[in-house]
């Protein structure tokens, strides 16, 4: 299990198909459009470093995901979807 810098425990790796990974991207990029990202961020009380630090990348990458200029893997994209609690 991992562990988050809040405390929060969530599996440390997401096994997924194809359709799988399809669906969490859909829904990553369904959030990132519309700023959902960052607000559900700041919702739960994490800073872009907080999640980038669980998810192991660098803060600007969570910048550029919130923004929607880039998308993480799908694995990371579910991780960070199940961290942000984001049922879209």
Not at 1 to 15: H, I, N
Not at 20 to 26: G, P
């Amino acid at each position: 299990m991992g562990r988050t810098a809040r405390g929060l425990v969530l599996p440390s790796e997401v096994k997924m198909d194809a359709q799988d990974e399809v669906a969490v991207l859909k829904r990553f990029h369904r959030l990132a459009r519309t700023g959902r990202l960052s607000e559900l961020r700041e919702g739960v009380g994490l800073s872009q470093s907080d999640v980038a630090r669980y998810l192991a990348v660098t803060p600007s990458a969570v910048s550029r995901w919130e923004a929607a200029l880039t998308h993480p893997r799908p694995n990371r994209a579910a991780k960070l979807l199940e961290l942000l609690d984001a049922d879209a």
